[in-house]
């Protein structure tokens, strides 16, 4: 009888523990939650509970990854913080889902329509806090957290209109990284006649996706199916994200400092990865360029004035004043002849002063446009099966940016007055006549190309066509514009051989390359650079004008930069104005942002350095020497090598030590270069009395004390601008962290260097931190042990 009343016992307890562990994930109408009690997601992805954000003295009840568990993804009493830690969340007797102060004081509620006595919460797996009918099998909801979301987006969730519940769905910023109340940063669907979202600061509008055009949104170019998709439904006035691979975790959030940024985490992994932030180049700002300017990302000055618009004003320097934007050439006047020029591959205007046909074709479109004096241009809504609809505009045209590749699909035409017109036919048939002729020319040299190839071959380098597509220099030719490679001609000289200048029969300057016959790293990186940079355009890299191969000659000609490369000048303090540095800053980081992310092939540099960019005759930064250089795929967030190769100094830790390589690899170099920039100092040969660190140690060393400023105090007659000198400094840092992850992407650095007010994070260790020994007393023998020498080195690792 005993033992049978011991068993009973046991199964009573073990009904009690099941039901408790099946119950983790709910709140019932007699139960609540106090500090340190915790709903957990079925599958354990997620937790609610009260928290308390880093120095502050208020709570929170929240929704937060169980892995990560400083990742908050929704805030309940965003707008009404408990004061202490006495909260309790419970539900309240008519069903509402309610936050109790330490007085038993209402301080935040659900406020559900439909209330249900007896009703639970639940925390899905999806992270969704849902308020349901107890018993309730169906996925119909009285409440759900993903109706109101904080400032983030996960899978499943939805943003814009629900018409039928009055709801409107828009994610808001946190205060500040530590404070969880709504900031000024909003996200959210202008619906207005084609949807679109917008970024607010305020009332101010920084970033705009540009309208809905049935197959996406005309701004938005890098969309990353690869881990989830994008999908907008109109007709519900909806925006959700779902996955397309299940292997991958996803989010979206609003930052304080002002940045939509898409975020992917690989199941297993430790760390999240940038996929893609709203504003990825200048361009993306909003109206970057003013009224009728449209903005280039490949132009120098970004911004130019619409084809027959000529800029408003300028400033008492004579620069111009792209604020005030462009006014006509040549007013309309509404007469006979006028007509549109068309303007393709671009983000279509703001939708201010429009207008919307959805039943319009193209060509009804244009003479509805010419009828009303008013119409200053018109486009397709609908970009799908050929076009659609008629999107017309009566106003100024407000941010309006070109994209590289050339598409007809995002079309606009704009109005111009008949002289425009007819100056536009002119230039049409020049263009007709001269591209013509330079056919004929390019099927001659391409025939020339040809027979070129087939004698390289048979000289024994052999290389597939779709390795190599550059115009071919022979050698007499390349002979002869060097004065046959003249020790006078000499402008460098590194680890792969000697660049020579030339000047060709043309008159053309250009840099010569040469492969030394005795370097053993030469052929492999010739080719790699060849095919590397050949399918490269950017205004900051070094373009390839072709290259040489006979016999055993290998060389590379490449566009002269007559003013060498910046370690020239960046050591020399007096030569560089710090407004020329911090243009050189900026060019460089858009360089690497397009290796990184725009260019048609994922490129990691590998070895970025002062003496690897150029200067042209403007100073204009050009990042060279591609011969280093490793293609990822666009899903490849790190590749891992036995060689490790690179200049010391400019290497980050995680690839010296472990031969890993990423995109983070180059953000540290870059960090490296923005500190030299900065300071005109070398990172490896820097020294100071008091320490033996380096210059990224020294950088640190005075920004843990407040001092630095100090690092650019040996300039001050170059007219420094402190607050850029001081978030140069602090970007640096950040770029230098010793783990990867922690080191930001090159999209921010872009966007926090091109912002004024951006809350930049606070940096941790740089890597390297370590003292060197110098233990000799004299100055010159000092020198000769702690310095090293800025040389290309090849390590192999031990397989690990």
Not at 305 to 319: A, D, R, T, Y
Not at 328 to 333: A, F, Q, T, V
Not at 362 to 373: A, G, P, T, V, W
Not at 611 to 621: A, F, V
Request: glycine letters at 8%; aromatic letters at 10%; hydrophobic letters at 35%.
């Amino acid at each position: 009888m005993n033992s049978l009343s011991s068993i009973c016992l046991h199964i009573l307890l073990l009904s009690l523990l099941l039901q408790f562990c099946i119950a983790v994930d709910t709140l019932t109408s007699n139960a609540a939650i106090t500090n340190g009690e915790t709903l957990v997601s079925s599958g354990e992805s997620f937790e609610l509970g009260f928290f308390s954000p880093s120095n502050s003295s208020k709570w929170y009840v929240g929704i937060w990854y169980k892995k990560f568990p400083e990742i908050f993804v929704w805030v309940a009493n965003r707008e009404s913080p408990l004061e202490n830690s006495s909260g309790v969340l419970t539900i309240s007797p008519d069903g509402d889902l309610i936050l109790l102060n330490g007085t038993r004081g209402v301080v935040w509620s659900s406020n559900s329509s439909g209330r249900v006595q007896g009703s639970v919460a639940q925390l899905l797996e999806s992270g969704n806090l849902v308020l349901q009918r107890k018993d309730n099998n169906t996925q119909t909801y009285i409440w759900q957290s993903f109706d109101f979301p904080s400032d983030t987006l996960l899978p499943g969730m939805k943003m814009g209109w629900n018409l039928s519940a009055g709801i409107n769905r828009y994610l808001t910023s946190w205060k500040d990284d530590t404070d969880p109340s709504p900031g000024d940063i909003t996200y959210r669907i202008d619906n207005l006649g084609m949807p679109q979202f917008v970024l607010r600061k305020g009332t101010e509008k920084i970033f705009r996706t540009g309208p809905w055009n049935g197959i996406r949104f005309s701004g938005i170019r890098t969309v990353s199916n690869t881990v989830f998709k994008p999908v907008f439904i109109y007709d519900n006035e909806e925006y959700m994200y779902e996955f397309t691979d299940n292997s991958f975790i996803t989010r979206l959030i609003v930052t304080p400092s002002g940045l939509v940024r898409r975020l992917a985490l690989n199941k297993g992994d430790s760390s999240w990865t940038t996929l893609h932030s709203s504003q990825n180049d200048q361009c993306d700002d909003y109206g970057r360029c003013g009224a009728n300017g449209i903005c280039k990302i490949s132009n120098r000055q970004f911004c130019e004035c619409l084809h027959g618009f000529v800029p408003k004003s300028q400033s008492e320097w004579g620069i111009l004043d792209w604020s005030s934007g462009c006014v006509r050439r040549i007013p309309l006047n509404c007469q006979r002849g006028e007509g549109f020029v068309k303007l393709r591959s671009v983000k279509l205007p703001d939708l201010l002063q429009f207008s919307l046909n959805k039943s319009m074709s193209l060509k009804q479109c244009e003479s509805e446009c010419l009828k009303n004096c008013y119409c200053i241009a018109y486009a397709n809504s609908d970009i799908r099966k050929g076009g659609s609809g008629c999107f017309m505009w009566f106003g100024d045209l407000i941010d309006i940016r070109e994209f590289s590749e050339n598409n007809e699909q995002d079309v606009i035409y704009i109005r111009m007055p008949a002289s425009e017109v007819r100056q536009s036919k002119k230039t049409r048939l020049v263009l007709i006549l001269v591209i013509s002729s330079v056919s004929g020319v390019l099927i001659l040299g391409f025939l020339i190309w040809c027979l070129t190839q087939n004698s390289r071959r048979k000289r024994g380098f052999e290389t597939k066509d779709e390795d190599i597509d550059l115009p071919m220099f022979n050698l007499v030719t390349i002979t002869t514009a060097t004065e046959n490679f003249s020790v006078t001609n000499i402008i460098g000289e590194g680890g792969f051989g000697i660049v020579y200048k030339g000047t060709l029969s043309t008159g053309q300057e250009v840099a010569v390359k040469r492969l030394s016959k005795n370097s053993g790293q030469g052929l492999q990186e010739f080719k790699n650079e060849v095919t590397l940079i050949a399918k490269l355009q950017h205004r900051n890299l070094v373009r390839l004008l072709g290259c040489c191969l006979e016999g055993d000659e290998r060389m590379l000609i490449y566009e002269y930069m007559p003013n060498k490369s910046l370690d020239y000048f960046i050591f020399r303090k007096a030569l560089l104005s710090w407004q020329k540095r911090f243009d050189i800053v900026m060019g460089i980081s858009r360089g690497i942002l397009y290796l990184h992310l725009d260019s048609r092939l994922r490129i990691i540099h590998r070895d970025l350095k002062t003496s690897n960019i150029l200067l042209d005759s403007n100073l204009n930064p050009k990042i060279s020497d591609f011969g280093l250089a490793r293609i990822f795929g666009e899903d490849q967030t790190e590749s891992k090598t036995k060689q490790v190769v690179g200049t010391y100094g400019y290497m980050s830790p995680d690839y010296v030590v472990d031969g890993k390589f990423s995109v983070k690899s180059d953000v540290f170099s870059f960090g490296v270069l923005l500190l030299e920039i900065v300071s005109g100092k070398k990172n490896r040969t820097f020294q100071h009395p008091d320490h033996h660190h380096n210059l990224v140690g020294h950088a640190w060393l005075l920004w843990r004390e407040g001092r630095a400023r100090e690092l650019a105090d040996n300039f001050y007659e170059l007219s420094l601008i402190e607050s850029e000198v001081l978030k140069c400094i602090h970007i640096g840092l950040l770029c230098v962290q010793k783990l990867p992850e922690d080191r930001p992407t090159m999209a921010s650095v872009v966007v926090m260097l091109s912002n004024e007010g951006v809350t930049l994070p606070q940096p941790k260790e740089p890597g390297f931190f370590t003292e060197r020994s110098c233990t000799a007393t004299d100055a010159s023998t000092s020198e000769e042990r702690c310095l090293t020498h800025n040389v290309v080195t090849i390590t192999v690792l031990e397989a690990r």
